[in-house]
């Protein structure tokens, strides 16, 4: 049975950074594409980050500069490091992973991607 599951959220000021951990379970992801996804309240879930390879990253652009995802293979988990926390980053935090093929572009609609996390909550104050 495969499993994303996520740590790391909390109550943070702006400003303020959180690192967000995903831990798969129930097969192997080395080949996988790993992302981050997120759903402010009354909003469409929206990408973040997503990593492909261990070395080729994307970010949405509300994101780049302040955010790094990173993966490591050995223990199949993804990282979302958040830095420079806005009150606008407030969301519930979301692990996905998809076996794209090769040469496809990440998809960065939610549609596509086949395994999800429960979600983790993220609250910047202002």
């Known amino acids: 049975q495969v499993q994303l599951v996520e740590s790391g959220g909390g109550l943070v000021q702006a400003g303020g950074s959180l690192r967000l951990s995903c831990a798969a379970s129930g097969r192997t992801f080395t080949t996988y594409t790993l992302g981050w996804f997120r759903q402010a309240p009354e909003k469409e879930r929206e990408f973040v980050a997503a990593i492909r390879y261990s070395v080729s990253t994307t970010y949405a652009d509300s994101v780049k500069g302040r955010f790094t995802i990173s993966r490591d293979n050995a223990k199949d988990t993804v990282y979302l490091q958040m830095n420079s926390l806005k009150p606008e980053d407030t969301a519930v935090y979301y692990c996905?992973?998809?076996?794209?093929?090769?040469?496809?572009?990440?998809?960065?609609?939610?549609?596509?991607?086949?395994?999800w996390g429960q979600g983790t909550q993220v609250t910047v104050s202002s």
């Open positions: 996905a992973a998809v076996n794209l093929p090769f040469g496809m572009v990440v998809p960065r609609s939610q549609v596509g991607w086949g395994y």
